[in-house]
C-alpha cells in the first residue's frame, strides 16, 4: 500500500515555541491530507483539512492562527503548532488520500509540551 | 454533520471466539465505511472497508456487514487470536463532504489467551 512519513515521531518543547510537524506522502500525490489529535484512549479528532494549492480548511473549534497548516506540494503538508501550551499536547497524525480515495495514515507525533 | 457511534468501547473475548463490533452513522449520505486497527502508539491501519453498493464483504478471518436502510454496519472477527488485541475505529465517509472521515470513539479488544 502507499506510505505516509510523518516526521518527527516525538518531539518536546518548550512553553512558548512552536513545532512543525511534517506530512509526506512518499509513493503517491496527494491533494488532499487531513491532520487529527488524539487524546490518550480516546478516537481521532479531525482538526483540519489540508488542500494543496489553497488555503487549509478548520473543524469547529480549532484555532486557525494557533495551528498553522501548509500545503505547499502534492506530497507535503506540514502542521506547525505556534506558541505551545502543556495542554497541546497530544498525539496528533496525518492522512493523506490515495488515487482510490483510501486514507492512509502518518504514523504520527507525540508532541510533549513542558 | 454526520454522527458516528460505535459499541462496545471495550470488548474482552477467549482466543478462538469470535468479536462483535458494532457502529451506526446518521447521515444517509455516507457512502463508504472503513475500518481501521490502532496498536498502542502506532498508526491506523485499514483492515477492511465497505461501500455503500454492497452489503458484506469478507477478508479471511474479518467481514463487515453493512444495512443502509437501518444505518449501522459491523465488523466481525473470527477465530480471534492475541495479536489481534488492540483499538479497532470505524469511520463514515460521504464523497460530497470533501472526503472527510468521521470516526466511531473506538473499541479496545482484548483477546485472553
Known amino acids: 500500500g502507499a506510505v505516509v512519513s510523518q516526521h518527527p515521531s516525538r518531539v518536546i518543547c518548550k512553553s512558548g515555541t512552536s513545532v512543525k510537524i511534517e506530512c509526506r506522502s512518499l509513493d503517491f500525490q496527494a491533494t488532499t491530507m487531513f491532520w487529527y489529535r488524539q487524546f490518550p484512549k480516546q478516537s481521532l479528532m479531525l482538526m483540519a483539512t489540508?488542500?494543496?494549492?489553497?488555503?487549509?480548511?478548520?473543524e469547529q473549534g480549532v484555532e486557525k492562527d494557533k495551528f498553522l497548516i501548509n500545503h505547499a506540494s502534492l506530497t507535503l503538508s506540514t502542521l506547525t503548532v505556534t506558541s505551545a501550551h502543556p495542554e497541546d499536547s497530544s498525539f496528533y497524525i496525518c492522512s493523506a488520500l490515495g488515487g482510490t480515495l483510501e486514507a492512509f495514515f502518518g504514523q504520527g507525533t507525540r508532541l510533549t509540551v513542558v | 454533520g454526520e454522527n458516528v457511534e460505535q459499541h462496545p468501547s471495550t470488548l474482552s473475548v477467549q482466543e478462538g471466539d469470535s468479536a462483535v463490533i458494532k457502529c451506526t452513522y446518521s447521515?444517509?449520505?455516507?457512502?463508504?465505511f472503513p475500518w481501521y486497527k490502532q496498536e498502542l502508539g502506532k498508526r491506523p491501519q485499514l483492515i477492511i472497508d465497505?461501500?455503500?453498493?454492497?452489503g458484506e464483504k469478507k477478508d479471511q478471518r474479518i467481514a463487515v456487514t453493512l444495512n443502509k436502510t437501518a444505518k449501522h454496519f459491523s465488523l466481525h472477527i473470527t477465530e480471534t487470536q492475541p495479536e489481534d488485541s488492540a483499538v479497532y475505529f470505524c469511520a463514515a465517509r460521504k464523497m460530497a463532504a470533501g472526503n472527510k472521515l468521521t470516526f466511531g470513539g473506538g473499541t479496545r479488544v482484548l483477546v485472553k489467551p
Open positions: 465497505i461501500r455503500s453498493n454492497v
Open positions: 447521515d444517509s449520505a455516507s457512502n463508504y
Open positions: 489540508s488542500n494543496e494549492g489553497s488555503k487549509a480548511t478548520y
